[in-house]
């Protein structure tokens, strides 16, 4: 073998032992996945506490992989640049991630929930009902279903959106800004409202009873929805059994909810009490009402464009 050979096949032999490897690693990264965005709280939070889905789609050969998120609005920003496939949130998320061009897709939803979600003040507050708003510091997370319901809210006090001040804040900066007195009101959801209604007694200004439905959405990235569409169906039909489930078995929700949101059983009863059961596919008039509500952020200039609901139905056929 002359020099020049042997150092090919030397050469040869390196690159083998090199690639192998990562030819090893690009294969392990192909095991269907599916990456879930949750939030503290829900049928989906419930659904990774049991471990049924794991079950369910290891049959399929498909990995499940969980990620919190703090709010509506962070995970659907999350989908949009694709580090999750499949998430749920309130009404108003999906509208902001819409408008800034998301391309989600509405898979499911749950009945509305209008008590579990409210305008609070401390107890000692003079502010005793919306139109006492006026002119006072209002703090929510920008992009959730809470901001409908301060819209809607306000309307119905004959106020409109700027004659409050507007804090845009995440849920805990959000309790903390309201703890210190930075800011008069606070519109917040359920587990945390529970937990400010238990730990700090404020008080309810308003819900969303005669004002607002909020419902939950289960949306998918369109791409994902589209490739597997059987792991986005087994994920709503093990969505649909722990609803049957849940709707009978309060107390043991609330005892599997607890250790998962970090709230004690007593706290957790009190927000999974106003949740409603019974996940249901679109229809045209739920996508009706979500387009009402996309109208009136556009009209508030919210959103930076006017979008169509439609556009984030389902495909037919």
């Known amino acids: 073998m002359t020099t020049l050979t042997r150092r090919r096949a030397l050469a ?6 090199i690639t192998a490897p990562l030819a090893s690693g690009v294969f392990a990264q192909q095991k269907p996945l599916v990456r879930i965005g949750f939030q ?6 419930l659904l990774k506490a049991r471990g049924d889905l794991e079950k369910r789609l290891a049959q399929q050969g498909v990995e499940v992989k969980w990620t919190e998120f703090p709010a509506g609005p962070q995970l659907l920003e999350g989908l949009n640049v694709g580090s999750i496939d499949f998430g749920t949130v309130g009404e108003a998320p999906p509208i ?23 305008i609070v003040v401390h107890k000692d507050s003079p502010i005793r009902s919306v139109a006492d708003l006026k002119g006072k510091k209002v703090a929510l997370n920008k992009g959730s279903n809470v901001h409908y319901l301060l819209v809607k809210a306000l309307e ?10 507007v804090a845009y804040l995440p849920p805990a ?9 930075s800011v008069d009101a606070w519109v917040i959801w359920d587990p945390f409202l529970a937990a400010a209604e238990q730990q700090l007694g404020v008080r309810v200004v308003a819900d969303g009873k ?20 059987k792991v986005v169906q087994a994920i709503i039909d093990e969505l649909a059994k722990l ?8 107390k043991e929700v609330a005892e599997v909810l607890s ?3 970090g709230l004690d059983v007593a706290t957790t009863r009190r927000a999974t009490d106003r949740f409603a059961y019974g996940i249901q596919p679109i229809n045209a008039s739920v996508a009706a009402e979500q387009q009402k509500i996309a109208d009136v952020f556009h009209q508030l200039k919210l959103i930076p464009k006017a979008i169509r609901i439609s556009d984030a139905l389902p495909l037919k056929g």
């Open 12 to 17: 040869g032999a390196a690159a083998t032992l």
């Open 96 to 118: 902001f991630a819409q408008a800034a061009g998301a391309d989600l897709v509405y898979v499911a939803f749950q009945p509305p929930a209008p008590t579990a979600e409210a």
């Open 259 to 261: 250790p998962q949101i």
């Open 210 to 229: 005669g004002l607002v439905a909020n419902t939950q959405f289960y949306l998918a990235e369109r791409r994902y929805a589209t490739q597997q569409p």
């Open 40 to 45: 503290k709280y829900g049928t989906l939070t």
């Open 156 to 165: 119905k006090a004959g106020l409109a959106y700027t004659d409050i001040q």
């Open 173 to 181: 900066d959000a309790r903390a800004a309201f703890e210190r007195g």
């Open 243 to 250: 609803d049957a489930w849940a709707a009978q078995h309060p």
